[in-house]
């Protein structure tokens, strides 16, 4: 019998109608459409506007798109997983809702929050679950409504993210495509750096907290940046030299779109050509956990079956990590 290994077989999309354009932050903040470019690659993001429409509204029209689109049979999956920094509400599982409203009512659920790193510590989730024979569907989501945590007052944050989702089946192979290595890390000494300190339970909200604007992310720019561009470059160069990849094996680097410097600096640590290069940040900004499986959704009708895709990202906590797999499927 053949070894299984993990396999993305179909993916999901959903970015909201809303475009927040650069020249429209130039109204909010003192701000223009040349800096903002030039220092983040971004010219404009995605926001949900609609009232108590939070991270699951995401998440179901990603998930929605991927049933659609493949005709899978929602009672036919075994889990789902809600990779997010921004859940629906505290203690009610954004992930059980998600499942629910989906129709997968025969699959355990659950979230995940890693940051920016959410959706690819999700991937090595999800695939330990296929590798261990008890299930054969498990959908994973990265979803973020990064507007719900954001102060449009502040530059140095509200001109960098986004709200988005995607989604991706993991199901079981025997032909040796799927997730083939993995390199994952964290540091909480970096978590001063990026956060949004009111809202947990640390330092639960209060109204004075509120009135002072307390409780939006906050992030040290040029600490994060610095760390983003060592750490993911790092991993990535990692990961191909213990599979003994050189550039010319690499079909794609799938990076975090949270910069696209960073994004430029992880290519040429590894020395891969700007053509192999998955890039959206300037359509929709940082998605946080949905820029990965965003990425995949847009470039779903260039990948080939075998291609050797190169995953990294970098997220608050400090998170990051990078991920070797195999392309399962042609569109």
Avoid at 63 to 80: C, H, Y
Avoid at 201 to 224: I, L, N, R, W
């Amino acid at each position: 019998m053949s070894k299984i290994t993990a396999a993305i077989t179909a993916i999901g999309g959903y970015v909201p109608e809303y475009v927040l354009t650069n020249q429209i932050l130039e109204t909010l903040v003192d701000t223009n459409d040349e800096w903002i470019t030039t220092r983040t690659g971004i010219k404009e993001r995605r926001i949900l506007k609609e009232d108590g429409k939070g991270t699951s509204f995401l998440a179901i029209k990603a998930a929605q798109n991927l049933i659609d689109k493949t005709g899978l049979d929602p009672k036919e999956i075994d889990l789902v997983i809600v990779a997010t920094a921004t859940p629906d509400m505290k203690a009610a599982s954004t992930a059980a809702y998600t499942a629910t409203n989906i129709g997968a009512v025969n699959a355990f659920s659950f979230d995940l929050e890693a940051a920016c790193s959410s959706f690819l510590f999700g991937m090595s989730v999800a695939s330990s679950y296929i590798v261990s024979g008890r299930y054969k569907k498990v959908l994973l989501i990265g979803a973020d409504k990064n507007s719900s945590m954001i102060n449009y007052k502040d530059r140095a944050t509200c001109i960098i993210f986004g709200d988005g989702a995607g989604a991706a089946l993991f199901e079981p192979n025997q032909e040796g495509f799927g997730l083939q290595d993995e390199l994952l890390r964290s540091d909480g000494g970096g978590r001063e750096f990026l956060q949004a300190t009111y809202g947990g339970s640390s330092y639960p909200s209060t109204p004075e907290a509120v009135s002072e604007g307390k409780h939006y992310v906050f992030q040290d720019g040029k600490t994060v940046f610095k760390n983003a561009v060592f750490n993911m470059a790092d991993v990535a160069e990692r990961i191909l030299d213990r599979n003994n990849l050189t550039k010319q094996d690499i079909a794609w680097l799938v990076a975090h779109q949270a910069n696209k410097r960073i994004i430029d600096a992880t290519a040429s640590r590894i020395e891969l050509e700007e053509s192999k290069v998955m890039m959206n940040i300037h359509k929709y900004g940082n998605t946080t956990s949905a820029t990965l499986p965003l990425l995949l959704h847009d470039y779903e009708s260039q990948l080939k079956k075998g291609d050797k895709l190169i995953f990294a990202a970098f997220g608050g906590g400090f998170t990051w990590g990078s991920i070797y797999l195999t392309w399962a499927y042609n569109s």
